[in-house]
Structure formats: structure tokens, C-alpha cells
T-cell receptor, first 114, second 109 residues
Framework: NAGVTQTPKFQVLKTGQSMTLQCAQDMNHEYMSWYRQDPGMGLRLIHYSVGAGITDQGEVPNGYNVSRSTTEDFPLRLLSAAPSQTSVYFC?????????????FGSGTRLTVV | KNEVEQSPQNLTAQEGEFITINCSYSVGISALHWLQQHPGGGIVSLFMLSSGKKKHGRLIATINIQEKHSSLHITASHPRDSAVYICAVSIDSNYQLIWGAGTKLIIKP
């Protein structure tokens, strides 16, 4: 099925560990982004990409790294996990970076850092 | 003042009632998005509007560009409509969506 696929759905990490959250889309969307959602707060943008080879920081980029080597994939790397990074992470894509297109969201990754 | 404001924050209604959720914004936009998130669930895009009105099943979304206001209506509400409804706007000069705080809707049987 066409859409945005996020893996894993759940993950528990120890403080200091690193990991990569995977995001893949098969809709040939130019724009991809990562958000985190914390209880009682809205979605906050971590990083985004407007095309292969182009990435930029969002509102809360510290502690996270991204790359976009292909149109399809946009992995999010946690360099050294901290309890403050416990959150639900969503990947979203859109056909173009200009705003007049709808967004498709992945099902989310629930991350706990202990 | 937030650039995107939703009202009400919380709404509880009986099954069958007509529901209205409002979204006001203060910036020039290229599009307005309504999204739905069920408890513990993913985020689903319901509508994207740049003018007028859209309808999908029991959901209707309207936008008034001059008044910078949008409404999401649910007709014949059902307990499965219980979710958080989020309004977000996109601006061509900015790569980011500007998010409203969400409206938590509970429909009681």
C-alpha cells in the first residue's frame, strides 16, 4: 500500500545509546519531515527535507541527525539518547515543499529512553 | 498570541449531535489542513483547503479566507469520532506547518 512506513513502532533505549528511526515513502514525495509529539503539546518539527540531498533544521533539532540520500528514505538518528527524547515520533511527507499539498503521516514510533 | 488558534479546546457531546470545531489564523496562508488523531494512534489528514468548502462523508470543512477562519463540522456524530482534531496552516514562504493546539472531542453513546 502506498504511504509512509515508519519502523520500529516501539523502542526502548538506554541513556547514551544511539539508534535510527526509519521512514520510507513510495509516493515520490519531495518533502519529508520528522516531528515529535509530547503529552499535552502539539507536534514539533525536528528536521525536514525538500528533496534528495537537501535537509534543514526545524524547531527542535538538537540531539538528532538526518540524511536524505534517496527520495524514498528519510532516517532520523538519535546520536546519544537522553530521557528528554522520550516521545512519539512521526514522519510526514508531501508532494512538494510548498504548502498547497496535503500531508501523509506515518503511524508513529513510540520511543522510551530509560 | 498564537498564529493558529482552535476552539474549543475540549468538547463533549452526545451521539447524534452536530459538532463544530473552529480554527482562526492570523497569517497569510497557502492552505489550511484539518487532521485527526485517535488516542494512541496515528495522524490522518482529513482535508486540505485553500478556499470554499469540502465534504467527505459526515465531515464538512469550510474556510473563509477574508475572515481567516475555518470550521470543521461533523454531522450525526458517533463515538468513533472521538479523537483530537488539529488545524494547521501552511505558508509558501515557510517550509513548516503552523499547528493549532488541537480540540479533544468526546462523543458519548
Amino acid at each position: 500500500n502506498a504511504g509512509v512506513t515508519q519502523t520500529p513502532k516501539f523502542q526502548v533505549l538506554k541513556t547514551g545509546q544511539s539508534m535510527t528511526l526509519q521512514c520510507a515513502q513510495d509516493m515520490n514525495h519531495e518533502y519529508m519531515s520528522w516531528y515529535r509529539q509530547d503529552p499535552g503539546m502539539g507536534l514539533r518539527l525536528i528536521h525536514y527535507s525538500v528533496g534528495a540531498g537537501i535537509t534543514d533544521q526545524g524547531e527542535v533539532p538538537n540531539g538528532y541527525n538526518v540524511s536524505r540520500s534517496t527520495t524514498e528514505d528519510f532516517p532520523l538518528r538519535l546520536l546519544s539518547a537522553a530521557p528528554s527524547q522520550t516521545s512519539v515520533y512521526f514522519c510526514a511527507s508531501s508532494p512538494r515543499w510548498t504548502g498547497s499539498y496535503g500531508y501523509t503521516f506515518g503511524s508513529g514510533t513510540r520511543l522510551t529512553v530509560v | 498570541k498564537n498564529e493558529v488558534e482552535q476552539s474549543p479546546q475540549n468538547l463533549t457531546a452526545q451521539e447524534g449531535e452536530f459538532i463544530t470545531i473552529n480554527c482562526s489564523y492570523s497569517v497569510g496562508i497557502s492552505a489550511l489542513h484539518w487532521l485527526q488523531q485517535h488516542p494512541g494512534g496515528g495522524i490522518v489528514s482529513l482535508f486540505m483547503l485553500s478556499s470554499g468548502k469540502k465534504k467527505h462523508g459526515r465531515l464538512i470543512a469550510t474556510i473563509n479566507i477574508q475572515e481567516k477562519h475555518s470550521s470543521l463540522h461533523i454531522t450525526a456524530s458517533h463515538p468513533r469520532d472521538s479523537a483530537v482534531y488539529i488545524c494547521a496552516v501552511s505558508i509558501d514562504s515557510n517550509y513548516q506547518l503552523i499547528w493549532g493546539a488541537g480540540t479533544k472531542l468526546i462523543i458519548k453513546p
